[in-house]
T-cell receptor, first 113, second 113 residues
Framework: DTGVSQDPRHKITKRGQNVTFRCDPI?????LYWYRQTLGQGPEFLTY????????KSRLLSDRFSAERPKGSFSTLEIQRTEQGDSAMYLCATSLGGRETQYFGPGTRLLVL | TQLLEQSPQFLSIQEGENLTVYCNSS?????LQWYRQEPGEGPVLLVT?????EVKKLKRLTFQFGDARKDSSLHITAAQPGDTGLYLC?????????????FGKGTLLTVNP
């Protein structure tokens, strides 16, 4: 399968713990995006990478959130000191440079107890 | 803040009926995508439209992009239970960050056999 993959698919954690999610893009795609989706809402933009450079972060991304894409391939999203309000589906999407169609992974569903 | 309104929010119909879902904004899109999302999964791309007035067909689905590139519609003919899902429109705004998608809240479609 050459689509976008995400790991883990599900994560249950206790409030205050740290969690890390991984996204592996479609191989030739140099743009990578993270979105968050809560129940009853469409996905909301969190952050964006072009190759290894993080070019924009949404105001939704508090100081507890950090994302990296060290070699311009896979990306990680870490949430420190999780809160119940962080419970959501975290989606990764990638696109080919210069085009705007984004292809999404299956998402990581986070539940913070 | 740019908003993208989808209507209706919920739609429950019988197999064989036709339906139309609408996506509207006060701003101009450089491109617009329609996605379908099933519970617990990421959005799956259906179509991308970029030209005002463009019409694209995907089997029983017809997508139309408004002449002014501010609105779009999705029409499904002879709906089937397999069409059940959350339909999301997402736009990249002209003149803004052309990589950041703004999503509507989605239309949750249920097709009853």
């Amino acid at each position: 399968d050459t689509g976008v993959s995400q790991d883990p698919r599900h994560k249950i954690t206790k409030r205050g713990q740290n969690v890390t999610f991984r996204c592996d893009p479609i191989s030739e795609h140099n743009r990578l995006y993270w979105y968050r989706q809560t129940l009853g809402q469409g996905p909301e933009f969190l952050t964006y990478f072009q190759n290894e450079a993080q070019l924009e972060k949404s105001r939704l991304l508090s100081d507890r959130f950090s994302a990296e894409r060290p070699k311009g391939s896979f990306s990680t999203l870490e949430i420190q000191r999780t809160e119940q309000g962080d419970s959501a589906m975290y989606l990764c999407a990638t696109s080919l440079g210069g085009r705007e169609t984004q292809y999404f992974g299956p998402g990581t569903r986070l539940l913070v107890l | 803040t740019q908003l993208l309104e989808q209507s209706p929010q919920f739609l429950s119909i019988q197999e064989g009926e036709n339906l139309t879902v609408y996506c509207n904004s006060s701003s101009v899109f450089s491109s617009l995508q329609w996605y379908r999302q099933e519970p617990g999964e990421g959005p799956v791309l259906l179509v991308t439209v970029v030209t005002g007035g463009e019409v694209k067909k995907l089997k029983r689905l017809t997508f139309q992009f408004g002449d002014a590139r501010k609105d779009s519609s999705l029409h499904i003919t002879a709906a089937q239970p397999g069409d059940t899902g959350l339909y999301l429109c997402a736009g990249a705004y002209s003149g803004g960050s052309n990589y950041k998608l703004t999503f509507g809240k989605g239309t949750l479609l249920t097709v009853n056999p």
